[in-house]
């Protein structure tokens, strides 16, 4: 594996829980484990894991707005930003402002745009969030929604939960035609196999990787997963090697964990970053 002779800086533009193993609590130790400097700037503190069906989220829209004019003052300049949860569509106009900000050619892009899973949005997720995610995804340099998520930003759905190659082809356009680069669906299904499918921009070309289903929920894979990819494609590896690497790590820590009774924590990830397991 290549590896940076410089340290990159990420900036990651997600919510904070108080409680669980999810969002910015799960990308931050990975991302520094992986030797990433990483910047946070949070889109609402979150009393918990949103599986639990009672939380309280406090909006931090105006501090992520002082923040980042003050950031932008002080000359802070990032190699990515990634985001997750939004609150609301004046937080895109605050993340367009900070990748404005930045003026770089280079600068990496991720958006993972959380809204649900297993055909419905999360609890306290509207067709609003939807509206938000759509907009925010033209900004993606890399795109990582779900199929779900997929779905819901396309408003397309397949009749069936396991796609034909040329559904599998149509959703990935679909997608792209929100405005991203390249593009990562994960949970997907074609022709009855799991998978994750996705296009390289870079490339040019379109590409799937099977992969063997736990069947068991935990909230947080998905922001281990992008944590995962970021710093691997910041690190120089392809996106399919980055993709192909981050389904890895996700499925050993699910298994990993798959003795835990109290799920809606997310997984313990320390164990697995302290043996040096990413």
Known sequence: MRRCTAVKKICCVNDMPGVGKIALSAMI??????????TSLPTALVSNTLDFGKFDILDTTDYMDKTVDIWHDLGFRFDCISTGFMVNPRQIDIVEKLINNQKKEDLLVVVDPIMGDEGKLYNGMTDANVEIMRRLSSYADILIPNFTEACFLTNHFYESASLSEEQAEDLLDRVRALG????????????GVNCVIGYDHQKGENFTIPFELVDVRFPGTGDIFSAVLISDVLSGE????ATAHAMHVVRDIIQDNLDKTEKFFGVDIERYISEGKL
Request: hydrophobic share 40%; proline share 4%; charged share 10%.
């Open 238 to 241: 392809s996106l399919y090697d």
């Open 29 to 38: 130790p990975i991302l520094s484990a992986k030797g990433i400097d990483v």
């Open 180 to 191: 991203s680069g390249s593009v990562v669906i994960t949970s997907a299904s074609v022709n």
